[in-house]
């Protein structure tokens, strides 16, 4: 089983700014391989079975700083085993528009959503060995200010079409990961700078 996780802020006026950017990427992905999102308590998600593996997508109804709790609440839902793997996409002010990073673990570089998943994680059966993230640019090249300047901006047309772009390539690795090649996914996907 694989869990893709999108974090972002749930309130409308959130929904097409930089922060985000990872729940973005993750409809657009479903919107390609699965049925429409249902609502559960404290998120929403989705399921494909693309793979002949259940490929669940997942993003919260509240806000980013709650992330943990509703992956807490989607985990205890579906009862999930610990070989589980899930991919947290996700913003990251630190990196250029247009770059991406596929890792394993790693820790929050003070992410709120990150933050908040890993102090929820041990009410889950997954461990910090099951996560992989997908961290997307959304700094403007122009800024070297603070991410507060930023994250709430609108989204940049770089930053629609990294949506487009990464989900895309997420779409097509769909299957590579279900037989758990993450490391030939990172090879492919990582960018250290835009196109």
Known sequence: MII???LGNNEDK???TKHNIGRRILEEVAGKVASSFGKNKTYYYTKS????DSIYFLYSSGYMNESGRALVDFCRYTNIDPDTKLLIIHD?????????KLLPKGGSAGHHGINSIYRELLATQLTI???????????????TLKSETFVLKSLS???QMTIQKTSDQLTGALPILATNQWEEVQKTMNTKKPD
């Open 129 to 143: 060995d099951n996560i992989w993230r997908l961290k997307v640019g959304i700094r403007p090249p122009e800024n």
């Open 92 to 100: 990251d002010s630190d990196q250029i528009e247009g770059s991406i």
């Open 49 to 52: 079975e693309l793979t002949g």
């Open 14 to 16: 959130y929904l097409n």
């Open 157 to 159: 047309k770089t930053d």
């Open 4 to 6: 893709l996780y999108g």
